[in-house]
């Protein structure tokens, strides 16, 4: 299939799908629902040598139609973020995750102690003592549909919810894919269509808004980073555990983001890579959406170093009352791009993030 045909198909199916489904089942069977119906707004198309890749991103509170955005990669491995060694889930011939975590060991014990709200969202669990997540093969259909995916490498770990996603090798005729959309649509219970979620709780949570652009996107390209902490402030501190968001401390010559003091006494110190605005010596500068994570990462390095030193901890704990020591590192992705591990370094999505934040309630 080529490319162009995966666009056309993709086009084809998911605006008539959602755009049903957002018409009959919160009108006609709002009673029997869980709760309020969510959907996607962006649709990420990915093509590599070898497969075309679909993820459906953000939440939203009601069905538009979706935004494109199609890119190149080198690799399915790329895309996904694998290497090399034993995997958690050799994928051959058809394969469905719904409602599913898929993690290495290393990264199962991670949700329990780093994400309280993890435990709400487990759901069909696939774990194994392995060093990398998954393995494709040629031939294969591996659907993941409200799938946590919890990559580690070494000590660096990459949380990823996703909404709905599927990987299709290249060789698969449009016809045959369109076919397989529409079965497996078809296979689902009426009240919970694919591409959909609808959660147990209260309709008022989804109104604030950090919930106008989950996705992020619109509204951030002039947002400052204190902003963007301001109106996500209570998003952090739910998915994280957390009881305090300290906005840009100065530490010396060093500037995080945030940081995040929980429940338990431990810090998480924060970077957003995302297009967000900087403001240094009174002047914005728009952070590029495409910062290599490594780079970030490296900064990250540098604040949990000046952490290292008890001076500089005795500092922090008279000028903000924050006793910081051997602190977490965390980097916050936009939802949409795809990632490289870096060492040290949790990497979290926003969406991921918000659906951990949901889970909580």
Excluded: C
Excluded at 6 to 13: A, H, S, W
Excluded at 109 to 123: I, S
Excluded at 280 to 306: I, Q
Aim: glycine share 6%; aromatic share 8%.
């Amino acid at each position: 299939m080529k490319p162009t045909e995966f666009v056309k198909v993709n086009g084809q199916f998911w605006g008539e799908h959602l755009k049903e489904a957002s018409q009959h089942l919160p009108v006609s069977h709002r009673t029997e629902l869980p709760g309020p119906m969510l959907f996607p707004r962006m649709m990420v198309l990915t093509e590599t040598p070898d497969w075309n890749i679909l993820e459906l991103v953000g939440l939203s509170r009601e069905y538009r139609t979706l935004e494109v955005r199609r890119q190149k990669l080198g690799s399915v491995e790329e895309y996904f973020g694998l290497g090399t060694g034993t995997v958690v889930a050799n994928l051959q011939g058809q394969n469905w995750f719904k409602d599913a975590t898929i993690a290495t060991e290393i990264g199962r014990r991670a949700l329990d102690e780093r994400f309280p709200g993890a435990a709400n969202m487990l759901g069909n669990e696939v774990v194994g003592p392995a060093d990398e997540l998954l393995k494709f093969a040629p031939g294969n259909y591996s659907t993941f549909d409200r799938t946590l995916l919890v990559h580690t490498a070494g000590d660096s770990l990459r949380a990823h919810w996703v909404f709905f996603a599927l990987a299709i090798h290249r060789s698969e005729p449009a016809d045959k894919y369109l076919d397989f959309l529409r079965n497996y649509s078809n296979s689902q219970p009426h009240l919970d269509p694919i591409g959909t979620i609808s959660l147990p709780i209260d309709a008022a949570e989804l109104k604030p808004d950090p919930f106008e652009s989950t996705y992020l996107a619109h509204g951030l390209q002039d947002s400052t980073v204190d902003e963007f902490l301001d109106k996500h402030e209570s998003i952090l501190l739910s998915a994280f555990g957390a009881t305090r968001l300290l906005r840009q401390p100065s530490l010396d010559d060093l500037q995080p983001d945030f940081i995040l003091e929980r429940a338990d006494g431990s810090h998480i110190i924060g970077r957003l890579e995302l297009p967000v605005v900087d403001v240094v010596n009174g002047k914005k500068r728009r952070r590029s959406f495409r910062t290599p994570v490594l780079d970030s990462a490296a900064e990250l390095g540098r604040y949990a170093e000046f952490f290292a030193t008890a001076d500089n901890r005795s500092q922090v704990k008279s000028k903000y009352d924050v006793d910081v020591t051997d602190p977490r590192q965390l980097l916050i992705v936009p939802s949409q791009e795809a990632v490289v591990p870096a060492a040290g370094v949790e990497i979290v999505d926003y969406d991921t993030i918000l659906r951990l934040h949901l889970a909580g309630k």
